[in-house]
Structures are given as C-alpha cells and as structure tokens.
C-alpha cells in the first residue's frame, strides 16, 4: 500500500530552528509537497520538490531524497505564527496525490 | 480576486438529511477537487474533475456525488447523511493535474 509518514506533533522554542521529517512509500514518484494548516483554516502551499536536493524559500528549506524516499521541512528563525500543521503529499505515478495525516508545530516563548 | 469560495462554513444535518455544497474558483483553473479531512488522517480524495463537464471518482467516493457545472463551479452533494461522514470538506483547484493547490476555507458538517 502507499503510506506517508510525519510525526504527529513537534514543539519548537520561538527564534529556534525545527526540522520536520516525512518519510514515503508510494507506487512511483512524481513530486512531493509541503503544505502549511493553520487550525480551522486551509491548508496553503509552501513547497515542490521533484529532484533530489534542498529548495530554500526565505525562512522555509525543503529537502527531498528520492532513494531514500524522505523529505524534511526546515523553518528558521520559527515565530509564533509558524505554529500550525505541517502536510506533506507525495504524487504518485498515476499522478494522485497522497497526503500524510500532518505534524503539528507548536511554538513556544 | 477571491481564490477559491465555498459555502457554508458549518453545516449539522440528521442522519437521512441531504446537502449541497457549492465551490467556485476565479484563477480559470482546469482542475478541481473535494477532499474530506480527519483527525489523525490525511487528506482524502472524494471526487475530482479535469474540466467542464468531467467528474473521476477519487479515493473514498462513495455516498457522495459531485457536478462541474462550468470552469468555475464544482458542486458537492451528500444524498443521505450518516454520522461517519461527520467531517471538514475542503474544495480545491489547480492549473495542472494534481499540482500546486488552493483551497476553499472548508466546511465543517456534523451529522446527528
């Protein structure tokens, strides 16, 4: 079957620096998301990986491994307002996107 | 430019009740899609659509029908509500097949 794996939850001190992992096992490969959810509100997008490597976005990384079938999201600098969940999505090779269930991210002082 | 609308924001039903639910995107996007989202679950995919006219069932479709009325519109209909279809349904677009999506602000439903 095809599975996306987070952590279900991270804490984070404010100005520190989290990395959040997701691991994926899926019938091809096509692409691997990051998504941001802010409690009761939707999810937005942050960042596409296709090729092996590290895709740096301001204060946001993302970093994928296609052989090893990782990628972790890296926030820099984190401010209360990165506290949220965190999604990642794997396209397959039927081009479907599978989701993960999400980390949440809190963020304290 | 709103993005993508969805309407209601919250919704409680009886079991055997109906709903529709009703999204619009204003990015001229082809491609549009319903998910449900569960604690502790990822997103799943209810039903999509490649373009005007098109439906394609997605991961969990059963109990639930879908209408692309126009590019713009994508509605969502729930014939007979049962309590495991309590849930928060999202609407989404995007410009190319199961890329970079946005999303309508969700509806949470709770069916009694």
């Known amino acids: 079957g095809q599975n996306i794996d987070q952590p279900t939850e991270m804490t984070a001190t404010e100005g520190a620096i989290v990395q959040i992992n997701c691991t994926y096992q899926?019938?091809?490969?096509?692409?691997l998301f990051w998504y941001q959810q802010h409690a009761g509100e939707a999810p937005t997008f942050l960042s596409y990986?296709?090729l092996d490597g590290l895709e740096e976005k301001g204060r946001f990384s993302s970093f994928l491994s296609r052989s090893k079938g990782y990628s972790y999201l890296l926030l820099k600098e984190l401010q209360m307002k990165d506290s949220a969940s965190y999604l990642c999505?794997?396209?397959?090779?039927?081009?479907?996107?599978?989701w993960g269930a999400g980390t949440k991210l809190i963020i304290k002082p | 430019n709103a993005g993508v609308t969805q309407t209601p924001k919250f919704r409680v039903l009886k079991t055997g009740q109906s709903m529709t639910l009703l999204c619009a995107q204003d990015?001229?996007?082809?491609?549009m899609y319903w998910y449900r989202q569960d604690p502790g679950m990822g997103l799943r995919l209810i039903h999509y659509s490649v373009g005007e006219g098109t439906t394609a069932k997605g991961e969990v479709p059963d109990g639930y029908n879908v209408s692309r009325l126009n590019k713009r519109e994508f509605s969502f209909r729930l014939e007979s509500a049962a309590p495991s279809q309590t849930s928060v349904y999202f609407c989404?677009?995007?410009?190319?097949?199961?890329?970079?999506?946005?999303f309508g602000p969700g509806t949470r439903l709770t069916v009694l």
């Open positions: 990986n296709v």
């Open positions: 990015m001229n996007h082809e491609y």
């Open positions: 989404a677009s995007s410009s190319v097949a199961h890329n970079e999506q946005f």
């Open positions: 899926t019938s091809g490969f096509n692409g």
């Open positions: 999505a794997v396209r397959d090779s039927n081009y479907q996107l599978i």
